[in-house]
């Protein structure tokens, strides 16, 4: 990555923290799906599928100046495989258009050295993938093995930063392979995070044994730099809840390929209103509103937006639509961030 574009992120990224201190009124994040589909079928992944049509162009163009709009400071973009959209890069231009930050989360698959460098042109700044083990298994084909040749690509080409995002919990078979990646993320000059996992009776568990150890390595990796591992996580490995304010519906939005605004990829159907019709009101109410599943939330990013407003505005407003039982459901499938289907 050149010099000169590491400068220009720092200095966008500042603007985006100052921006998001000094007023509460529009979104800090917001999190765009411009394609269901996926040219994988991960065995815990309930965001994707395989008939679905990309969201035309035109259609994503009016998303993204409405979100442009309502303030909005970053984009993340994910699936289903968004590199399977014909037009990614032209929606990732029209991003940068408006000023907003860009990320994209891929399952690295349709990678090229032509496609990463067609990304570079178009103006993307970060990119997230997901890998889920060393050797591909029936559950996820997410690997090393297949990806390899792929991020060297992107550490030879790519002028956007590179997050490498292993998981561990829940059952997955070898979680000392987390480490492996995320030693090759830092071999390669990328960053690297760790997602935690549920079981699949949708409960979270504190992580023990191996799992634990894992866990406690990949902090320590973080302190050369290139690990992230949260304080959210930090409680979430000893079972015990977070006690936070979700602003999802206000700082962070989950627009799904049909236009409609959600709290999250797991909290689909709330508030459920259509882009266009999102308004400053809209975003006043959920800023107020206490989101029942939040004590053993898994979404990192909204964790990490919610840390602009944690000291001030206490949420007043009773949880609406979900019940318990649901916000369990919420947090059934593996951790993303942003991971966001990936
Ligand atoms: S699952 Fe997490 S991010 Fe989604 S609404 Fe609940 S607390 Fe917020
Ligand atoms: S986890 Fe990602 S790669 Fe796997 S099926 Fe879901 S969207 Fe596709």
């Known amino acids: 990555m050149?010099?000169?574009?590491?400068?220009?992120?720092?200095?966008?990224?500042?603007?985006?923290?100052?921006?998001?201190?000094?007023?509460?009124?529009?979104?800090?994040?917001?999190?765009?799906?411009?394609?269901?589909?996926?040219?994988?079928?991960?065995?815990?992944?309930?965001?994707?599928?395989?008939?679905?049509?990309?969201?035309?162009v035109e259609e994503m163009y009016k998303r993204l100046d409405k979100l442009a709009a309502l303030g909005t400071t970053a984009v993340i973009i994910s699936g289903g495989e968004p590199l399977m959209h014909p037009d990614l890069e032209k929606i990732i231009a029209r991003i940068r258009h408006h000023k907003m930050l860009t990320c994209l989360i891929t399952n690295g698959y349709l990678l090229t050295r032509e496609r990463i460098e067609a990304l570079n042109r178009s103006g993307l700044e970060y990119m997230q993938i997901s890998i889920d083990n060393v050797q591909p298994d029936e559950v996820s084909k997410k690997s090393l093995k297949v990806l390899?040749?792929?991020?060297?690509?992107?550490?030879?080409?790519?002028?956007?930063?590179?997050?490498?995002?292993?998981?561990?919990?829940?059952g997955i078979k070898n979680p000392e392979e987390a480490l492996l990646i995320g030693k090759r993320a830092v071999e390669l000059g990328f960053s690297s995070s760790l997602g935690i996992i549920h079981?699949?009776?949708?409960?979270?568990?504190?992580?023990?044994?191996?799992?634990?150890?894992?866990?406690?390595?990949?902090?320590?990796?973080?302190k050369k730099g290139h690990t992230r591992v949260n304080r959210f996580q930090d409680n979430l490995v000893d079972g015990k809840p977070n006690q936070w304010n979700c602003?999802?519906?206000?700082?962070?939005?989950?627009?799904?390929?049909?236009?409609?605004?959600?709290?999250?990829?797991?909290?689909?159907?709330?508030?459920?209103?259509?882009?266009?019709?999102?308004?400053?009101?809209?975003?006043?109410?959920?800023?107020?509103?206490?989101?029942a599943c939040a004590p053993y939330c898994?979404?990192?990013?909204?964790?990490?937006?919610?840390?602009?407003?944690?000291?001030?505005?206490?949420?007043?407003?009773?949880?609406?639509?979900?019940?318990?039982?649901?916000?369990?459901?919420?947090?059934?499938?593996?951790?993303?961030?942003?991971?966001?289907?990936?």
């Open 2 to 56: 050149k010099t000169s574009t590491k400068l220009k992120i720092y200095w966008r990224e500042f603007k985006f923290l100052a921006k998001g201190v000094f007023s509460t009124r529009h979104p800090v994040l917001a999190h765009i799906i411009p394609m269901r589909r996926c040219n994988l079928s991960c065995t815990y992944c309930n965001e994707y599928d395989d008939v679905s049509k990309p969201v035309p």
């Open 148 to 170: 390899d040749r792929k991020l060297q690509w992107l550490s030879e080409v790519a002028d956007f930063r590179v997050n490498i995002n292993s998981v561990i919990g829940g």
């Open 199 to 222: 079981d699949g009776l949708g409960t979270l568990k504190p992580l023990k044994g191996l799992e634990r150890e894992v866990f406690f390595r990949m902090k320590a990796l973080g």
């Open 247 to 291: 602003r999802a519906g206000a700082r962070y939005l989950y627009i799904c390929e049909d236009g409609l605004v959600h709290y999250c990829s797991q909290q689909r159907g709330y508030p459920g209103i259509p882009l266009e019709q999102y308004s400053a009101a809209d975003i006043k109410r959920e800023y107020d509103t206490k989101k």
């Open 298 to 342: 898994t979404i990192a990013c909204v964790h990490q937006v919610a840390t602009f407003d944690n000291k001030r505005n206490p949420q007043h407003l009773p949880a609406k639509g979900m019940v318990e039982k649901e916000s369990v459901q919420a947090i059934r499938t593996l951790y993303h961030i942003a991971k966001g289907g990936q």
